[in-house]
């Protein structure tokens, strides 16, 4: 048994009536003296049993690339994207054919999309010829892509970072060009929109991280909606990104305010492991992620986000973000509010209810905010949920192993090869989503009622391929908290 760090004392734990355990703590060892535990004494033990509310169900498995990103059309198809900015592996060197955005096929299978040489920029992601080497500036192609988001137009649209890391480790800066949001018609698998970044938008070190849209016609002149980005920049300006789809022109909001910053010395722990962060060439630091996750409210008003390098979750209303005044953007900061903390999280995303879904690492779990009674409660929590990067429609989650990744390193690093799992896209099973009318949102996201399940015995089978008999718990509800 593991020696714990406590002060000297010493304490007896009753357990029933034929047994107790005498534990004595000397110094920083703790020596059991008296052990006399019975099967109906074990069974009195309290314990973390792991796992809370609706069963899950296996969609897909991942085994090579590193996925942080799932989008689900109201059709079911499924498609994920696969950053070259947090892991070499996934960086196209020009003749390797890694794809950084695909569509999943089959449980285990991905095809590039939309095409393969859309995902093969030539001489691959990052431009050699420049010093220092820079991601590539090609328009029409992928460089680095971080997310993809079906929008209630049921359209694809592609986050690009531009950037990409270099066999050593080094992410490399972003040229224009490369930094982009590309909107990919489903029904016949065409671009129809590509929206390149200024300069003065998209910095050389800004980290395009997540994306929201609000198709509304009446919150601009174009009458084309607005897309709303995470900057989650760990080395230069961190803030708010905001887009005229119609015009394309783009601004910022909150850059470097304490919304979008990582807090002092942030430490969050995952898998029982301290997580910091891994800076190539020089000493560990801590998590120094900005802006992440994003989400707006159901009537589109508001806007959530929250950064990995802080505990916090925000909101601003979006009218604010929209406005290009000469005190836009202290009246953005003015009317930004904490409104809950989240533990350390990445994706956001919003259902019927206006909860806002967001991943909990550090418990294994997807949490959700009530902004009707400010409280946030654990809606699903499981052993297999490792690191939830996206919550997509139909409470479809990406759970990918980002803790191990280079970017960021336990005390014990963990290495992912091409025979191990790097991610799984699991759901709760529909029926048993919080809330009064029970169902995600069919208006916002356009995502009716889940797909057809693929996976054979979903619910009992491990990322490993091992078989578990281990019977799912269920949630009995959310915590009634109305006022």
């Given at each position: ?45 309290i314990r973390d049993p792991g796992v809370y509310g609706p ?140 929206i390149i970044f200024p300069d003065t938008v998209a910095f ?280």
């Amino acid at each position: 048994m593991n020696d714990y760090l406590f002060p000297p004392f010493s304490l007896t734990f009753p357990l029933n009536q034929t047994g107790n355990i005498s534990a004595k703590m000397v110094g920083s060892k703790r020596l059991f003296t008296g052990l006399a535990l019975t099967s109906s004494c074990l069974a009195q033990v309290i314990r973390d049993p792991g796992v809370y509310g609706p069963p899950l169900e296996l969609v897909h498995l991942y085994n090579d690339e590193w996925p942080t990103g799932i989008a689900v059309s109201s059709t079911g198809r499924m498609f994920s994207n696969y950053p070259g900015g947090l892991d070499a592996n996934d960086t196209n060197n020009g003749s390797n054919g890694k794809y950084t955005v695909a569509e999943l096929t089959s449980n285990t299978t991905e095809t590039p999309y939309p095409s393969a040489e859309m995902n093969n920029p030539p001489g691959g992601s990052i431009n050699y010829t420049t010093t220092p080497a820079t991601g590539a500036n090609y328009a029409d192609y992928f460089i680095g892509v971080q997310s993809v988001v079906i929008d209630s137009a049921d359209r694809l649209w592609v986050l690009d970072t531009g950037r990409a890391t270099q066999p050593n480790g080094t992410l490399v800066n972003a040229v224009r060009g490369g930094p982009k949001l590309v909107g990919i018609n489903l029904s016949n698998n065409t671009v129809f929109q590509t929206i390149i970044f200024p300069d003065t938008v998209a910095f050389p070190e800004t980290y395009l991280n997540d994306v929201r849209f609000d198709l509304r016609t009446n919150i601009t002149a174009s009458g084309k909606g607005v897309a709303y980005i995470t900057d989650s920049s760990s080395q230069g300006r961190t803030g708010l990104i905001i887009v005229d789809l119609g015009t394309g022109e783009s601004w910022r909001h909150l850059d470097l305010s304490e919304y979008v910053q990582p807090d002092r010395q942030f430490l969050a722990y995952v898998w029982g492991k301290p997580l910091y962060g891994n800076n190539p060439g020089g000493p560990a630091g801590f998590l120094s992620f900005g802006a992440d996750g994003i989400a707006l409210s159901a009537d589109g008003d508001t806007l959530y986000f929250g950064g990995v390098g802080n505990r916090y979750m925000f909101s601003v209303p979006t009218a604010r973000l929209r406005a290009r005044g000469p005190t836009s953007e202290l009246l953005a900061q003015a009317s930004t509010t904490s409104v809950t903390q989240k533990g350390l999280a990445d994706g956001f995303e919003t259902d019927s209810n206006d909860f806002i879904y967001h991943g909990n690492m550090e418990n294994n779990a997807i949490s959700f905010f009530n902004p009707a009674n400010g409280t946030d409660q654990t809606f699903v929590r499981d052993p297999r949920i490792s690191w939830a990067d996206t919550v997509c429609c139909n409470h479809h989650l990406l759970s990918s192993r980002h803790h191990t990744s280079p970017a960021l390193f336990l005390s014990v690093r963990t290495t992912t090869t091409t025979t191990t799992t790097s991610a799984q896209v699991i759901r709760p099973h529909s029926s048993h989503l919080p809330g009064t009318n029970n169902q995600v949102d069919v208006t916002l996201f356009s995502c009716p009622s889940p797909p057809t399940d693929t996976c054979t015995s979903p619910t009992t089978s491990s990322p490993s391929g091992r078989r578990s008999t281990r019977a799912p718990t269920r949630a009995s509800g959310p915590l009634d908290c109305s006022e």
